[in-house]
């Protein structure tokens, strides 16, 4: 029953936008649609916390008369405890309900509608909360011709989606069933799967998300803490969240960096629309190489999704920092992939377990990257496992990635395990995917940890020495030729195997050889 309601209000949400975003691209109306929800959601649960309070004298929140001294007295007692317990105020002339019926009489709603907005981080200032309110609805501009070309136009489209969200039920009563939490992720997918390269902006795939979780948290019921340093729209925390409290467990706090504002907001409306209470999260905007935020705290599990081979100003003030000085070499400035390796390590605490997705090209890269994988796996020793994922699963671009998983305090010491889970994935029309039982082979091989044919290997220190600290899969795992040696003809034959069923398939073998650094191959056409 709360799994055909989630798909139904999925259903639903997701036909409101398709229907209504009129000329603007799903990005752009993204930020509208998921801003609204975000408001209903507020208004309903300011409006549900207020009639409990109010119950016992027989009152309700909507019933007070905001024009009199009383009226005023009693919204007065209630916003203190609103701010306490929900972070946020709304007046009952505020609530979601009262803009709509408004909207839906023809009345003109887009300067009251903004009024509230402001409102509600304006109730915020001076409290705990109000880090995570701050600039929260800035994305959503009122005065863009996006809307419409006039006023008329703008304040009919906008009392039409409040129409249609007024009709939808958000469940709010049962505080045991996330039904709307899982929508709105729902759709922040769907957009992603609309936004091209951007999406790899803010979104991890799901069943990706599913799988660090279920890594960083085997064997533990409860954390003391995650981290995630570029946490697009908090998907990954969420996800951690999940897999803890599934086994009945806690999580005692959520952290995060985001560099792009919009995606920012979005990561806090996503931890506030899945019920996370605002003192529990920790999300900072800025750039985390450059500007860390929380440089000083240790995390008991870190899970990330850096954008692949980021650009970063590999400065040299950043060799005396505690991130990066004893490596004795920073990640090129066109790469920051292991930057955000090593800022990840700095943050983890002494018995805790990261997992970052990153691009295939970490395994093999000579130069400065070589020396610093060298430095993690020789004289560190906290590279613990590489996976290897499918190609095309990931939203902006096709080339194929891999997990690392990191500890500082190791079980396993003398070895690193290998899995190879490139070849094992669903098919979509124009993306990859990951399945249950994908998810199932690799949590397996991970729990073995001993020689599975054609996918796993455990290969010892020795033989990694000998390899020269190269860490690419084939090495290991059913060993293919020389990453330098791979011939056109050969990627080509790979990709027929995988049978990808999609177009671009030139693109695919164009980026695969460009994350080689083989020119000559990324230079030649089929």
């Known amino acids: 029953m709360v799994e055909q309601h989630k798909k139904e209000l999925e259903k639903q ?8 975003r009129g000329n603007m691209s799903a990005d752009e109306f993204r930020d509208y649609i998921l801003g609204f929800i975000f408001y209903k959601y507020l208004s309903e649960r300011m409006h549900q916390y207020a009639d409990n309070i109010l119950k016992p ?5 909507d019933s007070i008369d905001e024009t009199t001294d009383d009226g005023n007295e009693l919204l007065e007692a209630l916003k203190v405890e609103a701010i306490d317990h929900l972070g946020y105020f709304l007046k009952p002339t505020e609530l979601f309900h009262v803009l709509a019926e408004k909207g839906k009489n023809g009345e003109f709603i887009i300067e009251p509608l903004g009024e509230v907005l402001k409102h509600i981080e304006l109730s915020t200032m001076g409290s ?5 309110f701050n600039g929260l609805f800035d994305d959503i501009d009122l005065t863009s011709n996006k809307l419409g070309k006039g006023e008329n136009a703008k304040n009919e489209l906008i009392s039409t989606v409040f129409g249609h969200l007024a009709d939808i039920d958000f469940c709010l009563e049962d505080a045991e069933i996330d039904v709307l939490g899982d929508a709105y ?4 997918g769907q ?3 609309g936004a091209g390269k951007k999406a790899g902006e803010f979104y991890t795939p799901p069943m990706v998300s599913k799988l660090l979780a279920k890594l960083v948290t085997m064997d533990k019921t409860d954390l003391k803490s995650v981290y995630d340093p570029t946490c697009g729209s908090g998907s990954l925390l969420l996800q951690v969240a999940n897999e803890i409290e599934a086994k009945g467990g806690k999580v005692g706090g959520y952290y995060g960096q985001e560099k792009n504002p919009s995606t920012y907001n979005l990561a806090r409306m996503n931890m506030i629309l899945h019920g996370m209470h605002y003192r529990k999260f920790d999300i900072q905007q800025d750039d985390t190489l450059e500007n860390p935020h929380h440089k000083e705290q240790r995390f008991e599990a870190v899970v990330a999704n850096p954008p692949f081979s980021a650009q970063w100003s590999a400065s040299e003030e950043f060799k005396t920092d505690e991130r990066f000085a004893d490596y004795g070499k920073l990640a090129p400035a066109s790469k920051a992939d292991f930057a955000f390796v090593q800022h990840m390590i700095h943050q983890l605490d002494e018995h805790g377990t990261m997992a970052v997705v990153l691009p295939h090209g970490v395994l093999f890269r000579s130069a400065a990257e070589a020396h610093i994988r060298q430095f993690l796996v020789k004289q560190q020793n906290f590279l613990d496992t590489v996976i290897g994922l499918p190609a095309n699963i990931f939203y902006g671009t096709s080339i194929p990635a891999c997990i690392l998983i990191l500890k500082k305090q190791r079980q396993h010491n003398e070895n690193i395990l290998f899995i190879d889970a490139s070849t094992h994935f669903g098919k979509a029309t124009n993306q990859n995917y990951l399945r249950d039982e994908d998810l199932e082979r690799i949590l397996f091989a991970f729990k073995k940890r001993d020689f599975i044919d054609k996918f796993a290997n455990v290969a010892s220190a020795a033989e990694v020495a000998e390899n020269d600290y190269n860490l690419n899969i084939p090495r290991y795992v059913d060993m293919f030729e020389d990453e330098a040696e791979i011939s056109l003809s050969a990627i080509s034959t790979t990709l027929k195997t995988l049978d990808l069923s999609i177009s671009n398939t030139d693109k695919i073998i164009t980026d695969f050889c460009k994350e080689l650094e083989i020119p000559a191959l990324a230079e030649t056409t089929l």
Not at 128 to 132: C, G, L, Q
């Open 128 to 132: 705990a909360s109000e880090d995570d």
């Open 13 to 20: 949400l997701w036909n409101i936008a398709n229907a209504l």
């Open 191 to 193: 957009f992603a799967s």
């Open 57 to 61: 004298d027989g009152i309700t929140f």
């Open 185 to 188: 992720e729902y759709l922040i």
